[in-house]
């Protein structure tokens, strides 16, 4: 499967934990996209990245929140001293060139305890 | 906010075409229209865009009106495994990087009643 890949699927942590997820982006796609789902929502746009460069930031995406794209190919989110708010499932999106759609993964569903 | 106005849910019989509205009235001349769809537990799945003309594919028909205000998806054949929350998205330029970024509102929730 040549799809989006996300690991982990599920993450349950404890309040105050850091988590860190990844995202494997289809392999020719430069721009790679975060966002955030809440229940009953659709989902909420948090960062983008083309290539290695993170040229968008959400204001959702407060300072407990970084996400790299180190050599332009997979991407982690982390989420530092994590709150209750912070349960939702996390979407990576991924495509090629401005008009071409983005590719979801799957999500990592997260839960803090 | 979301640039798309759909109704909250819909009901259509299996085998029969299940047509989808999206309004987005605020659309301009060089925005693309997308439509996704997001079954339980899955990430949205790309079914179909288009930005004037009418376009179909193995999945869906897109019907886009001449003034471009709104849109209608058509599956044809419809079967239980397309019940799911359909989304119709109109891009938001962002100055800033020169990118687009999707806005979803909350969709259309379609059941396939067998």
């Known amino acids: 499967d040549t799809g989006v890949s996300q690991n982990p699927r599920h993450k349950i942590t404890k309040r105050g934990q850091n988590v860190t997820f990844r995202c494997d982006p289809i392999?020719?796609?430069?721009?790679l996209y975060w966002y955030r789902q809440t229940l009953g929502q659709g989902p909420e746009f948090l960062t983008y990245?083309?290539?290695?460069?993170?040229?968008?930031k959400s204001r959702l995406l407060s300072d407990r929140f970084s996400a790299e794209r180190p050599k332009g190919s997979f991407s982690t989110l982390e989420i530092q001293r994590t709150e209750q708010g912070d349960s939702a499932m996390y979407l990576c999106?991924?495509?090629?060139?401005?008009?071409?759609?983005?590719?979801f993964g799957d999500g990592t569903r997260l839960s803090i305890l | 906010d979301a640039k798309t106005t759909q109704p909250p849910s819909m009901d259509c019989a299996e085998g029969r075409a299940a047509n989808l509205p999206c309004n987005h009235s605020?659309?301009?001349?060089?925005?693309?229209v997308y439509w996704y769809r997001q079954i339980h537990s899955q990430g949205p799945q790309y079914i179909i865009h288009?930005?004037?003309n009418n376009e179909t594919n193995e999945m869906a028909s897109l019907i886009i009106t001449e003034d471009r205000k709104s849109s209608t998806l058509i599956l044809p054949h419809a079967t239980l495994r397309d019940t799911a929350v359909y989304y119709c998205i109109v891009r938001v330029p962002e100055f800033t990087s020169g990118t687009y970024k999707y806005i979803f509102g909350t969709g259309t929730r379609l059941k396939v009643l067998a």
């Open positions: 990245f083309q290539n290695e460069a993170q040229l968008e």
């Open positions: 999106a991924s495509s090629f060139g401005e008009n071409q759609p983005q590719h």
């Open positions: 288009g930005l004037k």
């Open positions: 392999s020719e796609h430069n721009r």
């Open positions: 605020t659309i301009s001349g060089n925005e693309y």
